[in-house]
């Protein structure tokens, strides 16, 4: 069997993933030699609000017990922005984003507000959504000195809307959606020319409460098996760098064994425009995934169930 290569795709919600998830992650990927994409959320850290959605929605509840979301992510994001004041993210921790790209690794913009976004972008208008998306481009830009060529929007969440700030962005790609190939989407009746490339592969939380895997070497056993041909993985700066990230180790170590590569996404990007023409379009669309809460964007609702 021909070895796979991963993209890894790494996303930085919180304040204190990206204090000490970031670094954390750093030295893992340099003692192994490897590249990945961060995507840095740059306003307000009010993940405590998270909190909130024990209340407003269905499930979360059971998912936060199962996942031990409190040990998983800790108590000071839990309760940021509600106990305690929201800090900045992009002010406070612009240190260890430049320590990203200056260890040779790709960056771009994970939002604003990743909360506001995830909870309510269906209720944001087109005027909101494209100033919390030009507020996180301009804080982006004051901290590398360059504008972001690429996005991934908050917990998977998108819309015709959201599409549309981003087209005004010259981007090289975006990482919105989860499950399937790349593709161009479609939403709103019009057809997007920002090259779409979803998540491919479940998140390891995601995997933490699948009853089939029931210890962290059943998870290795199936992150082992699932990177075959090209594969885009998704970690949190707040869970493999922190809480998991011996486990995060040890999946990396089973696919350098196996030869596995590990692509940029702004690679793979390249790799797909230059066949311009081979790009099918997609309607974007939701789909729930096993072990997450809420609905997520895809453009290939046929290979969500799949994983
Ligand atoms: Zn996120």
Redesign the pocket.
């Known amino acids: 069997m021909t070895p796979g290569r991963v993209a890894l795709k790494v996303?930085?919600?919180t304040d204190e993933g990206t204090r000490e998830g970031v670094p954390r992650l750093l030295s893992i990927l340099e003692a192994r030699g490897i590249r990945a994409t961060f995507?840095f959320?740059l306003g307000p850290d009010r993940s405590g609000l998270a909190i909130r959605r024990i209340f407003t929605r269905k499930g979360f509840l059971r998912k936060m017990l199962r996942s031990r979301a409190a040990s998983l992510y800790g108590w000071r994001t839990m309760l940021s922005g509600t106990l305690l004041p929201a800090p900045m993210i992009g002010e406070r921790r612009a240190g260890a984003m430049r320590a990203a790209a200056k260890a040779g690794h790709a960056t771009g913009v994970?939002?604003w507000d990743?909360v506001r976004w995830?909870d309510r972008l269906d209720a944001m208008s087109a005027e909101e959504i494209r100033e919390d998306y030009g507020r996180a481009h301009a804080e982006y830009l004051r901290i590398f000195g360059i504008p972001a060529r690429a996005s991934?929007a908050?917990?998977?969440t998108a819309n015709a809307r959201s599409l549309e700030a981003q087209e005004e962005r010259s981007l090289l790609f975006a990482s919105d959606t989860r499950a399937g190939s790349y593709f161009f989407p479609e939403a709103g009746g019009r057809v997007f020319r920002t090259l779409e490339i979803p998540t491919t592969l479940p998140t390891l939380d995601e995997t933490l409460a699948w009853p089939d895997l029931k210890t962290d070497a059943d998870r290795r056993a199936y992150f082992r098996r699932a990177a075959r041909g090209t594969q885009v993985h998704t970690i949190?700066a707040e869970v493999e760098g922190r809480s998991k990230a011996g486990l995060f180790e040890g999946i990396l170590d089973d696919w350098l064994a196996d030869g596995v590569a590990f692509p940029l996404l702004s690679d793979l990007a390249r790799e797909v425009l230059a066949h311009h023409d081979l790009i099918p379009v997609r309607s974007l669309t939701t789909t729930t995934l096993p072990g997450r809460a809420g609905t997520v964007a895809t453009g290939w609702p046929e290979a969500a169930g799949a994983a």
């Open positions: 996303d930085c919600d995507f959320t994970h939002g990743h995830h991934a908050p917990g998977w949190h």
